[in-house]
């Protein structure tokens, strides 16, 4: 099946850093990717759709200037996580649509100190 | 928006007893509906799904039911085995190939050996 990458699979920052997360579509082109965030023992709650060559749509309550999605190549999507604070610690796990299937990349852990 | 509910939170059964976790939506557009499991740390992983146009769908000890018109849907595991131990989410999308997928709150589930 399709698969997704992601890097780096952890961070550890310190507040007010920004960190930048990629995802890759490895062997299939992806013109919509999507950015979901984990909280421990929650959910994977859906934080934005990445679209190939065009502005990023955010859910409801998401910072579109503080997380800020780039989808410059079919292959390619990157979440930057601006001015980081403890509160932005989660897991991050974007996801493809390959083959009529939705595709996870291995997610990434960010820890903010 | 779409909006998934899933019951219960967590569930707790005997090695070799069945297993159901029920969901309902709220967007009548939605007509693709996945189950996964996700283990601690890991990405989910499709288990099964069902599209609107089918009311049930088995795959060995795992099946899946849909009622579009209550607009619920329900896992049933059956003979269950202590590595069917984990989370698992249901979700609801208006269809495969670019369309974003909204996630229930979880179910935990334990097998007891």
């Known amino acids: 099946g399709a698969v997704v990458s992601q890097h780096p699979s952890r961070v550890i920052c310190k507040s007010g850093t920004s960190v930048k997360i990629e995802c890759r579509s490895l062997d299939f082109q992806a013109t919509t990717m999507f950015w979901y965030r984990q909280f421990p023992k929650q959910s994977l709650m859906l934080m934005a759709t990445?679209?190939?060559?065009?502005?990023?749509?955010?859910e409801q309550g998401v910072e579109k200037d503080k997380f800020l999605i780039n989808h410059a190549s079919l292959t390619l999507s990157t979440l930057t996580v601006t001015s980081a604070h403890p509160e932005d610690s989660s897991f991050y796990i974007c996801s493809a649509w390959g083959d009529n299937e939705q595709f996870f990349g291995p997610g990434t852990r960010l820890t903010v100190l | 928006g779409e909006n998934v509910e899933q019951h219960p939170s967590t569930l707790s059964v005997q090695e070799g007893d069945s297993a159901v976790i029920k969901c309902t939506y709220s967007d009548s557009a939605s007509n693709y509906f996945p189950w996964y499991k996700q283990e601690l740390g890991k990405r989910p992983q499709l288990i099964i799904d069902?599209?609107?146009?089918?009311g049930e769908k088995k795959d060995q000890r795992i099946a899946v039911t849909l009622n579009k018109t209550a607009k619920h849907f329900s896992l049933h595991i059956t003979e269950t085995q202590p590595e069917d131990s984990a989370v698992y989410f249901c979700a609801a999308s208006e269809g495969t190939g670019g369309f974003k997928t909204i996630f229930g709150a979880g179910t935990r589930l334990f097998v007891k050996a």
């Open positions: 990445s679209n190939e060559g065009s502005k990023a749509t955010y």
């Open positions: 069902i599209r609107s146009n089918v």
